[in-house]
C-alpha cells in the first residue's frame, strides 16, 4: 500500500475517482470517522428521548438496543460505493438514479450535513457555556454562546479545508479521548443511577406505551441513517482491492459502538428525570441542563472536553461531505472553495438561526424529516448494488462531473425514472405518516395509533416500487456488466456514447 501524505498537505481531491495509488485508508479508519462523527453529546441527546417518552431505563436500553442493530445493518451496505468507485455515494448514485438524477443525493447529504453541523455546535456549544459556568464562573449570556460557537465553527472549518487526513487524525483522537471521558462519566454518575427507574407506564398494554417504545427506537435509528449519504465521503480512500465484508463490518461496529454514548444519554437521562425532572418537560426538554444540574462538581471540567472535543468531531465529518457533495453538483468549484463557501454560510445559518430564528427546536424536525427521505433513497442504493452484482463502470459515472452526455448510465435524457419513481413516491408517502408529537405530524400520521411507521412504511415501499419497476420495465443489458441482472430483467436498449456537451452545442 503507499505511503499516506502528510495531514497538513490540503486535500486536492473533489469527487473524481481516486486513483488507486493514493487509497491508503483502511478500514479501521472508515470505523474511527464513522464512530467518532457520533461518539458526542448529540448522540447523548438521542440517547435520552426513551426517557423522554415515559419508558423505563429497561425498555428504554431495548429500545436504543433495536433501533441501534436495524440503523447500522441498513447502513452498513452503502460503505462498499467508495472502495468500489473511489467517489462519494452521491456520484454512485447515478447508476441507478441517471446522470442527472444523482443530484438526489447530492441534495440529501447537503442538507442533512448542514442540520447535524447544527444540532453539533449548538449542544456542544451549550454544554462547554454550561459547563464553564458551573466550573469558573463564566456568565451564560449570547456572548458566550457566540463565542463557543464561532470557536467550533473556525476550528472545524479549518480541518475541513485540510481534507480527509486532517479530519481522520482529528477523529483518531475523538474517538479515544470522548470514550475514556464518557467511561468516565459512567463513574460519576454511579451513586444516583438506579437501574430500576420505571418511566411513566404502569405495563405494555398501557395504550401509548408501544407508540412511544417504537418511536424512540425509531430516534435512534435515525442516527446511523444520517451517515447513509455521505459514508463513500469516507470509504472512498480505501483501495478497491479490500474485502467488502471488511468495509461494511467496520460501518457496522462503529455504529454499535456508539452504544457507549446512547447509555450515556440513557442513564443520565433517567437520573434527570428522578432527581431534575423540569428539565425533561417535553415541552421545552433541555438535558444539557439537566446534566450539569445533577453532575458532580468535579464531572464538569470533563464535560466541557466532551463539548469540544464531540463537536470538532461531529462537525468536521458532516461539513467535510458538505463541501465535497457541493462541489460535485457544481464542478466548477474546487473541493476547498466549496468547503469554505458552505461551511460560511452553515455558520451564518448556525448564529442567525440560535439567535435571531430560534430555529434550535424545529431543526430536529427538519434534520427528521431529511432522514426520512434519505431512507429510500438508501434502499434503493442497496438493491441497486444487488441486482448489479457490485460491478460499476466508475468512467460513466463521472459524466455529469465532466459536462458530458450519454454513457451506460444516461438513460432518459439523464434521468433514470425507475429509481427516481420509486424514490419520490417513497419519500413523500413516508412525509404523510410521519408522526413527531409536538412538532410535526402528517396527514395520515394518526392512522397507526399514534405510532410513527414513517420510517419502516419509506423502506418498505421503495423496495418493493423499485423491484417491481426493474422487472417490469427493464434496464439496459449494458448498466449490469458481463454477469447480466441479479433479480431484474434487462432489456437490449442501445447505449449512447460519452461526449462533450460543449461540442455537441458547437456542431448544433
Known amino acids: 500500500m503507499a505511503e ?3 495531514i ?3 486535500e486536492t ?3 473524481e475517482r481516486i486513483p488507486d495509488a493514493d487509497r491508503t485508508a483502511r478500514p479501521l479508519d472508515l470505523f474511527r470517522v464513522a464512530f467518532g462523527g457520533a461518539n458526542t453529546f448529540a448522540t447523548c441527546l438521542l440517547g435520552s428521548f426513551p426517557i423522554l417518552f415515559g419508558l423505563s431505563f429497561w425498555q428504554g436500553l431495548a429500545a436504543t438496543l433495536l433501533g441501534l442493530v436495524v440503523g447500522a445493518l441498513l447502513l452498513a451496505p452503502l460503505a462498499v460505493f467508495g472502495p468500489a468507485n473511489g467517489t462519494n455515494n452521491a456520484v454512485s448514485s447515478s447508476a441507478h438514479l441517471g446522470v442527472h438524477g444523482r443530484v438526489v443525493g447530492s441534495f440529501l447529504s447537503l442538507l442533512t450535513a448542514i442540520a447535524f453541523f447544527s444540532i453539533s455546535v449548538w449542544s456542544s456549544g451549550d454544554a462547554l457555556v454550561g459547563g464553564a459556568a458551573r466550573l469558573a464562573g463564566v456568565p451564560q449570556n449570547d456572548a458566550t454562546y457566540a463565542v463557543a460557537y464561532g470557536l467550533f465553527a473556525a476550528l472545524v472549518l479549518t480541518v475541513c479545508v485540510y481534507g480527509f487526513r486532517f479530519m481522520l487524525f482529528v477523529n483518531k483522537i475523538a474517538v479515544a479521548a470522548a470514550s475514556v471521558l464518557f467511561v468516565l462519566g459512567l463513574f460519576a454518575f454511579a451513586g444516583d443511577f438506579d437501574p430500576s427507574y420505571s418511566g411513566t407506564f404502569k405495563s405494555t398494554a398501557d395504550p401509548l406505551f408501544w407508540p412511544s417504545f417504537i418511536g424512540a427506537a425509531l430516534i435512534v435509528l435515525s442516527n446511523p441513517v444520517s451517515f447513509g449519504a455521505f459514508l463513500g465521503d469516507w470509504s472512498r480512500y480505501i483501495p478497491e482491492s479490500v474485502s467488502r465484508k471488511r468495509v461494511m463490518a467496520a460501518a457496522f461496529l462503529s455504529q454499535i459502538a456508539t452504544v457507549l454514548p446512547f447509555f450515556f444519554g440513557l442513564a443520565t437521562a433517567s437520573i434527570i428525570a428522578a432527581k431534575a425532572a423540569p428539565y425533561l418537560d417535553p415541552a421545552a426538554p433541555n438535558y444539557v441542563g439537566g446534566l450539569l444540574a445533577v453532575a458532580p462538581a468535579w464531572y464538569f471540567l470533563p464535560v466541557c472536553l466532551i463539548a ?5 468531531s461531529t462537525g468536521t465529518t458532516s461539513l467535510y461531505g458538505t463541501g465535497l457533495d457541493f462541489s460535485s453538483v457544481f464542478p466548477r468549484f474546487s473541493r476547498v472553495q466549496a ?3 458552505i461551511g460560511t454560510l452553515s455558520i451564518v445559518f448556525i448564529f442567525v438561526g440560535r439567535f435571531a430564528a430560534n430555529l434550535t427546536a424545529s431543526i430536529s424536525t427538519f ?7 434519505t431512507a429510500p433513497w438508501m434502499v434503493i442504493m442497496i438493491l441497486g448494488y444487488v441486482t448489479r452484482r457490485g460491478w460499476y463502470d466508475p468512467d460513466a459515472l463521472q459524466v455529469f462531473n465532466r459536462r458530458q452526455r450519454g454513457g451506460r448510465y444516461w438513460f432518459s435524457h439523464g434521468w433514470n425514472w425507475r429509481g427516481m419513481s420509486a424514490w419520490l413516491i417513497s419519500a413523500v408517502v413516508a412525509i404523510l405518516f410521519t408522526n413527531i408529537p409536538g412538532q410535526y405530524v402528517g396527514p395520515f400520521g394518526e392512522l397507526a ?11 418498505v415501499l421503495a423496495a418493493v416500487l423499485y423491484l417491481g419497476l426493474l422487472f ?4 439496459p443489458r449494458a448498466v449490469y456488466g458481463p454477469a447480466g441482472p441479479r433479480l431484474a430483467r434487462a432489456a437490449e436498449t442501445p447505449v449512447p456514447p460519452i461526449v462533450d456537451a460543449g461540442k455537441l452545442l458547437a456542431e448544433a
Open 4 to 6: 499516506a501524505p502528510p
Open 449 to 459: 395509533g399514534g405510532v410513527d411507521i414513517s420510517l419502516p412504511l419509506g423502506l
Open 8 to 10: 497538513t498537505e490540503i
Open 308 to 312: 469540544l472535543i464531540g463537536g470538532m
Open 367 to 373: 434534520a427528521t424529516l431529511i432522514i426520512t427521505c
Open 13 to 15: 481531491y473533489g469527487v
Open 472 to 475: 417490469a420495465f427493464p434496464e
Open 339 to 341: 468547503t469554505v463557501f
